[in-house]
Each structure stands twice: as C-alpha cells, then as structure tokens.
C-alpha cells in the first residue's frame, strides 16, 4: 500500500474521530438550550444550525405575514433593537426587532409561544407604528397585559427597558 | 442562549426530548469509525484488506442495534450519547486489540516464554457481546433505579466479600486482584465499584444531613464531628488493607477515591476533599515505605528509564517511548512499535498504542471521548429528581472518571502504575461486561431523570364542591 493512501487514511481517521467529538457536543449543545426556533412558510432563515427546526418543518401553518419595512424606524437613534425574555420558561430569549410585528400567545403560530397558564390564545402584540415607535397591544386578553404595574387598555408605546408581564411571563425591549 | 428571528419564526419551549433518532444516527456513525479504523489498520499491516472486517463490522453494528432498540423500548428518555460512545470504545478497543494481535514480536515474546499466543480480540468480542447481553439484562430487570435503594446494606456485603475474596487466591503479575475458577478469572473489583456506588449513595442519602450539618467552623473549614467521621475513616481502614494484602493500588485509590467524591456532593463540604487528600496522601506514602510491590511501582514511576536499564521492567519506558515517537498526528495504525511493550501491551498498556498510533490528537480525542461519558453522567446526576439517583449518577460517573484518570495517568507516567483497565478499550472480560452494566444503570437514571413530569393528577375537590341545583 502506497504511503500517500496510509497517511490519507491516518489524517483522515483522526478528523472523523473529532467529527465524532465534535458532533456529540453539538447533541449535548442543542441539549442545552431551552427554546426550539421553528420556521413558519417556506422562507428559513432564522436558525440554520438547529437540527430541531427541520424536523418541527411539517407542523407548520400559515404563511408568513407580509413583512413590513420600517425605513426610518431602524435608524433612529435610541430605537430598541432586540426584545427579550426576562422571567418565565422563556427567559434569556432574545428576538431581533426588524420592524415585523410580533405576536405573543399560546397558540402555535405565535412569534413567541407562551407555555403559560395565564396566558390567552392570542394575547398581545409589539409592533412598530408608522414613525417606528413600538407600540404594545392586548388582544382582548383574559388576565391582561402589564406595562410596568398598569393593565393596557389601548395601545401603548414602550419604553426601552419597561417590563411588559404576561401571566409569569416578562418581556422588555433593549437596545 | 440568544436567537435571533426572522418574522417566519415561532420560539417556543422545546417539547419532551425523547433522542432516540439522534441516538440512532451517532450509533451509525459510532460503527463506521471503527471499521473505517480496522480497514486502515489492516492495510497498514497486511497490504490487503482485512479478512475478518465484515464479521467485526456486522457484530459490533448488532451489538449496537440491540442495544439501541431496548434503549428505545425500555428506557425512551434516555440520553442519547452514552450509548453512541460506549459503543465507539468498545469498537475501537476491538480494532487496537486485533492490531496487537497481529504483531510479531508479541508472539515471538509467547513463543520464548513457551507458550502458546492466542489473539485476545476474538474473545474480547464475545466478551462485548456478553457486556452488551448484561446492559440489556439490566435495562429489562431494572424497572427503576430507586429499587437499588433497599439493597443498599446488601450491596455493601457484596462489595466487601468482592473486594476481600481476591486475597484467597493466588497472586498473579504481582497483584491479587483475580479470582481464578476453572479456566476462568473474573477480577471483581471492576463489579464492586459499581455496588460499592450503590451502598455509598444508599447510605449517604439517609445519613448526608447528618454529615453536612453537624459541624464545627474552623479556619474557613467545616469540620465534622468525631463520630461521624467514623465512616470515612472505615473505608480508608479497608482501602489500605486492599493496598496491603492485594498489592492493589488501583482499586483502593478507586474505592477511596469514589468515597470522598460521593461524600463531598452529598454533603457540600469542602473539607471532605481536604480529609481525604491528606489521607490518601498519608496511607499512600505509609504503604509505599515498607510494601516491596508498591515501592517498587514508584521507584519505576520515578524514574521509569533508570529501572529499565537495571534490568527491571521496561513497560513504562517503553510506553513513554511510544508516547513520544507517535508526535502529534502519530504513525498511523498499525505503523507503529507499541507492541515493545510487551506485557500487558493490549491490556493496561493500550493507552501508549493509541499514543503512538494515534498521536496526541487521537489520545485527546479519546480523553474527550470518556469526557464526554462523565459530562453526561454528571449531567444526569443534575437532572435525576431524588436523591439516592442524583447520588448513583454522579459515583458511578465519578468512578469511571477516577478510572480513567488512574490508568491513563499510569500510563503516562504522572502517576505510579496501577493494574487497571482502561474502560472499553482494554482487552479483560471483566472490566467491558462491568462497564457495560455501569452505562446501562446510568442510561436507566437518565432515562427518569429526562422523562417529563406527569401530569398533575386532578383534583377531587371540584367534583366535592359541586353546587347541585334542582
């Protein structure tokens, strides 16, 4: 056996043994992390290195709401840039604000799926208005939506860093 | 944890894991290594493909699928790598086993000893079939992990008659850890460090408050009391008698060993590790004084090349030499000289022939590789919701860890040697068939532990407080 095909073979047993490695981190690691990203419609973009997401591809429903573009919005100065999840099942969640409306509710479809009691169907949404203000809006909620301690009752602009609760659940926007 | 969306997506918490189908696919690959491994070695040695590859192939690939669908049947939670790895071990052992078959020095060695040499890899198979057969047998029978609980003072009786029933036999290459019946020897330290977790888990469980609490605060220590330091000092008496009367250093540092570590998770104290440093540190050296066998395995770790020239055993040196003629990437299976070695070169010494052949990048892989086993065995102990799990999962990690570190430490000279097997990969009945029921009790730990909660039963007060109308 020529000496090339036996070091081809030594080098090339050594990288599979560390693919081995390496792909049982990526188990323990998708083993770690608490929230499961699925892809709604045909367009994948959100997670591509999460095994989950392809496998939760068939349980999808409805197409991808039409996406709105926030020219101005992005721009600003002091805008928010990121929503996160600060207490409940989700905590430590962070969604990137691209002037897409986010839902909030147990139903599947929801940006975010809240796995909690208190919570409705549809609860509430965050989106951004026409000069790229987030505005938070309950959905006719049964326990209600919270900005800061005071129950919403219309559509009401957040600020950076106000708690938004929903039944356990903690939301607030950051820069 | 981040994760950053699009408006396509939907972030919610992630459902019962169940793994199976990972577990599946890193079998697949956990079998291909080692016939990948097998072909290279046999082309290295033979030029030719090796006659036996679809036979070794085909059993290790059943001997994983068996494991995989009890898995799925029995133990449907389970974490999906312990199996995957244990099994890639195993397949490499096989591989590293039948390449120092091969080797013509070491039957050259057995011819001027007059006897007869006969390859060790075809019983070491038997003997994973016979591991996997006890790792199916334990998930089928343990129905759950929790019943080990009541035979804890039981458990204890047979680790002790395990561990002292080698004393009656003969000693053999300088240390009494066989038990010889018929043809056969079993070494029962590798069955006893698995029942001696569970004693130790059993026991520290109902004891453990006492042992943490009961205590006295002395320069940023927690001391114990007198009397509840009257376990710890129990098993020291008796890991050193081990160490006296068997000439065995490995198991007693094990047995020790599992104990403080199982002591310091049960009970948060650091000065358990303290304690027990100090006193392994004192038995260690008390021994070594005035026991030949044990003095001469330091004087060998040591300085290995001073021995090896006076005419002593050269494994050590030649071991260490393995070591460094393998480099970083190594010579290639079956390309290198590791068979120098001599005695016990497939057995405790496999270690230098993944050195040499393998090189520092495969030995780190393998290191990770047992790693790997510990991580998910400690991370089982954090998941198992009751005590006496917690407790088993992280000792019979920790006594795979000690394991592993005793050997490979041994072998590379940073401690003196000790006369135990590298889990899985060593040629020895006794330690794959023992390894194998120690990842089957843990699969069945993780498999409770990672099971999701069952629902809340309802509740009978609304049907109690029901309003009847007329």
């Known amino acids: ?175 | 944890m981040s994760s950053s969306t699009t408006n396509t997506t939907t972030i919610s918490t992630a459902g019962p894991p169940s793994r199976r189908n990972t577990e599946l696919a890193m079998l697949v690959f956990a079998v291909i290594i080692p016939v990948f491994a097998y072909a290279n070695a046999g082309l290295a040695l033979s030029d030719e493909m090796p006659s036996g590859m679809l036979s070794y192939g085909l059993g290790l690939g059943l001997l994983a699928g068996v494991g995989h669908l009890v898995v799925r049947k029995f133990a449907p939670y389970a974490d999906p790598l312990l199996l995957p790895i244990a099994t890639l071990l195993n397949g490499l052992g096989l591989v590293l086993i039948w390449r120092l078959d091969q080797s013509r020095r070491l039957a050259q060695r057995a011819e001027d000893a007059h006897t007869v040499f006969s390859p060790s890899a075809p019983n070491q198979l038997i003997y994973s079939a016979l591991g996997v057969a006890l790792f199916v047998g334990v998930l089928i029978l343990l129905k759950d992990h929790r019943l080990l609980q009541r035979y804890t003072y039981i458990s204890m009786v047979v680790a002790l008659i395990l561990l002292i029933l080698p004393m009656f036999f003969p000693a053999r290459f300088g240390a009494r850890i066989w038990i010889t019946i018929g043809g056969f020897s079993i070494q029962p330290g590798e069955f006893a460090k698995i029942i001696i977790a569970v004693f130790f888990s059993g026991y520290l469980m109902v004891k453990r408050d006492a042992l943490a609490l009961a205590s006295r605060r002395f320069m940023g220590l927690y001391l114990p009391r007198g009397r509840d330091l009257g376990p710890i000092l129990v098993v020291w008496g008796i890991s050193i008698l081990i160490l006296v009367f068997e000439t065995d250093l490995g198991t007693s540092l094990l047995f020790f060993g599992l104990f403080v570590v199982m002591l310091y998770v049960a009970t948060e104290r650091t000065s358990w590790i303290v304690f027990g440093l100090l006193m392994s540190a004192a038995g260690a050296v008390g021994v070594a004084t005035f026991e030949p066998h044990v003095q001469s395995r330091v004087d060998a770790w040591l300085d290995p090349f001073a021995v090896a020239k006076a005419g002593g055993s050269d494994q050590i040196a030649q071991a260490l030499m393995a070591f460094g003629s393998g480099g970083v990437f190594g010579t290639g299976l079956g390309q290198g000289n590791s068979d120098l070695i001599g005695f016990a070169a497939n057995s405790d010494f496999i270690l230098a022939t993944v050195g040499e052949e393998l090189g520092l990048a495969g030995t780190m892989g393998l290191l990770l590789l047992y790693g790997l086993i510990v991580e998910r065995g400690v991370r089982t102990a954090l998941a198992a919701r009751d005590p006496f799990g917690k407790l088993l999962a992280i000792g019979l990690s920790a006594a795979f860890a000690i394991q592993v570190f005793v050997v490979a430490g041994g072998v590379m000279g940073l401690i003196p040697l000790t006369g135990m097997t590298m889990p899985f990969i060593a040629s020895g009945g006794s330690s794959v068939i023992a390894n194998w029921a120690l990842v089957a009790i843990l699969i069945k730990v993780s498999d409770t532990a990672r099971r999701p909660a069952p629902m809340p039963a309802p509740t009978t007060d609304a049907e109690m407080t029901q309003v009847v109308r007329p």
Request: glycine share 10%; net charge positive.
């Open chain 1, 1 to 175: 056996m020529s000496e090339l095909t036996l070091t081809v073979m030594r080098l090339g047993f050594l990288a599979v043994l560390w693919l081995f490695v390496i792909v049982a981190v990526q188990v323990i690691r998708s083993d770690l992390f608490g929230t499961r990203v699925t892809q709604r419609g045909s367009a994948r973009r959100g997670g591509p290195d999460r095994p989950q997401a392809q496998q939760q591809q068939q349980r999808q429903q409805s197409a991808p709401p039409p996406q709105r573009q926030q020219s101005g919005g992005r721009g600003r100065r002091g805008a928010p840039t990121k929503l996160v999840v600060s207490e409940g099942t989700l905590t430590g969640t962070t969604v990137a604000l691209q002037g897409q409306t986010i839902t909030l509710g147990r139903a599947h479809d929801s940006t975010i799926v809240l796995d909690d009691d208190y919570a409705s169907s549809r609860h509430a949404r965050i989106y951004p208005d026409r000069d790229g203000q987030w505005i938070v809006e309950d959905l006719g909620s049964t326990n209600g939506t919270y900005l800061d301690r005071t129950r919403l009752t219309t559509p009401t602009p957040i600020q950076l860093g106000a708690p938004i609760r929903i039944g356990k659940t903690v939301i607030e926007l950051r820069k």
